[in-house]
C-alpha cells in the first residue's frame, strides 16, 4: 500500500513563494508518475504537474507551466513542487497523487490510485 503525505502549504502574499513536498511510502511497481493537483473552492480539481518516478520527464499543464517546477529526490522518496510569483488566484487545496495514467488521462484525477490528505495554500493580495 502507498501511503503519500504532503507538506509546505500555508499562508503567503502574492508574489511570494512556496514549496510543496509529498513524502511517499510503500512499494511502487513499475515506472509511477508522481503528480500535483489542486482544487480551490467552489472549482473543479486541476492538475499541475507530472513527473515519471526515476526518470528526469516531467510534465505541465497550462495553470502549471511558467511559475511551477516538479521535482523529486529518489533517495527520499520524495516529490517536490516550487511555486514561484504565487497570486490570490492560486490559493487551493494542493494534492499529491501517484498511478500509472496512460498519457491521454494523466490530468485526470480518476487514473491515479493514491491520494495524499492535501496541504491548503493561500496567498493574500
Known amino acids: 500500500q502507498v501511503q503519500l503525505v504532503e507538506s509546505g502549504g500555508g499562508s503567503v502574499q502574492a508574489g511570494g513563494s512556496l514549496r510543496l513536498s509529498c513524502a511517499a511510502s510503500?512499494?511502487?511497481?513499475?515506472?509511477?508518475?508522481m503528480a500535483w493537483f489542486r482544487q480551490a473552492p467552489g472549482k473543479e480539481r486541476e492538475g499541475l504537474a507530472a513527473?515519471?518516478?526515476?526518470?528526469?520527464?516531467?510534465f505541465y499543464t497550462a495553470s502549471g507551466e511558467g511559475r511551477f517546477t516538479i521535482s523529486q529526490d529518489n533517495a527520499k522518496n520524495t516529490a517536490y513542487l516550487q511555486m514561484n510569483s504565487l497570486t490570490p488566484e492560486d490559493t487551493a487545496m494542493y494534492y499529491c497523487?501517484?498511478?500509472?495514467?496512460?498519457?491521454?488521462?494523466?490530468?485526470?484525477?480518476?487514473?491515479?490510485?493514491?491520494w495524499g490528505q492535501g496541504t491548503q495554500v493561500t496567498v493574500s493580495s
Open positions: 497523487a501517484a498511478g500509472n495514467p496512460t498519457p491521454s488521462r494523466r490530468w485526470q484525477g480518476s487514473a491515479y490510485n493514491f
Open positions: 510503500g512499494y511502487f511497481y513499475g515506472s509511477y508518475y
Open positions: 513527473i515519471i518516478r526515476g526518470s528526469n520527464t516531467k
